[in-house]
């Protein structure tokens, strides 16, 4: 009789309040991006806590991987869902990013209102430059895990060239690398595998216990695919896009600002493969170029305050609504936090909502198809050309803080030094995003202010 065979029957479980606790403790202390989110989630639910098998999270969070989306997020979402259902998907899913919801609104608030101030305008004069030196270390951390052959490396050049010289739009980039991640996993499947890597469970008291959702256990009843379960769903998550939708036509048209954001933040949804930083230069060539809803100083101070909240970085997205109505004024001038806070719930609201659409509809067929998932290819094609957009990405913001006046003027030194020495934190002393950017707060503030 094998050992699987001979494990006790389990009869652990995890109440619907307990699960709430900790997914409401994980939004708050969610900070580090989806590789900081995702070790929190490891040690807590595989190692500590044995909510979920080692298997079975890895699995989980292989799908979550494929889908466009913050899939830190995804994977809370996915857990809740397979302890508790439906609800529990949701209450993880939402409880994930609230708490930076709120926290975000608060902070765009205080940009917009207070940010000529001499000490906000000097910790922002830090944060900037420091935004620079972390876009780059992304690129670099993303970069030596993706790019591991020559195929992958022409890939990322190719995508660097098509939106840095040509102009290429982000979703035709993506479409591309997708397709040229298709035909390498055809031709040159070897090329084009994504390496998992495990984790040694620590020990812990319930360390020799089976998880309760184990490795060798049967999908629960409700993860069980079915036509008409995933029909619902669907419908479900058509009907909730669609009711604020035309109810936003109905109150400002189809040019209203507050309609047209809830389109473009429903596009950038579908298009998140690689993580937020892939997603920043589509969303910069909407909101910036397209809509003008705020500046390119702002995005960048937008970024900063991103990676200083829990929650996933996409949440950038919220200090983008936010500033976009508060600025324009929707709602009259004595209205302007309104008209901000109302813009910042519906981009969050319609670029989070496919999200839980993907998981709760797609979660059954990806539990009937376990240790069996073979669309890695186009993922690392995708995730090869992000690399090359991320980098574009860093030269961008580079230019518009290092030289703010064009090439044809003096750099800002001072500007230059606070790269330089964030760049040396991060790749020489591996010190955290957050510890960085308080130091480019104080050395901003140095330079300005004293």
Sequence with gaps: MSLAAQRPIQVRSVSFGEAFKFWLKLGFISFGGPAGQIAVMHAELVERRRWISEGRFLHALNYCMLLPGPEAQQLATYIGWLLHRKWGGVVA???????????????????????????????????????????????????????????????????????????VPFPLIVVTAALLGYLGGRFAPTKFLIAQTTHAPKHTPLADLPAIIDDNQAPPTHARFTWSRFSLVAAAGALLWLLPMTTLYALYGWSGTLTQMSWFFTKAALLTFGGAYAILPYVYQGAVMQYGWLTSAQMIDGLALGETTPGPLIMIVTFVG?????????????????????????????????????????????????????????????????????????????????????????????????????????????????????????????????
């Design 322 to 450: 936010f500033v976009g109505g508060y600025t324009q004024s929707l709602f009259g001038p004595e209205w302007s936090f309104a008209a901000g806070a109302t813009a910042a719930v519906l981009v969050t609201w319609f670029t989070f909502l496919p999200s839980f659409i993907f998981i709760l509809a797609g979660g059954p067929l990806v539990e009937s198809t376990r240790d069996n998932l073979r669309f890695t290819a186009p993922l690392a094609g995708i995730t090869a050309a992000v690399v090359g957009v991320i980098l574009n990405l860093s030269m961008f913001f580079g230019y518009h803080v290092l030289w703010p006046k064009g090439f044809g003027t003096p750099p800002e030194w001072s500007a230059i030094g606070i790269t330089a020495a964030a760049a040396i934190a991060l790749f020489v002393y591996q010190r955290g995003v957050i510890q960085v950017i308080i130091a480019g707060a104080l050395l901003g503030l140095l330079t300005t202010v004293v």
């Design 93 to 167: 899913g939402v409880l994930f990013v609230l708490p930076s919801l709120f926290v975000l609104i608060l902070l765009a608030w205080l940009y917009v209102a207070f940010g000529a101030h001499p000490i906000i305008a000097g910790v922002f004069y830090g944060i900037k430059p420091t935004v620079v030196a972390i876009v780059l270390h992304a690129a670099y951390r993303i970069g030596i895990k993706a790019l591991r052959n020559a195929w992958l490396w022409t890939i990322a050049a190719l995508a660097f060239a098509a939106i840095f010289a040509l102009h």
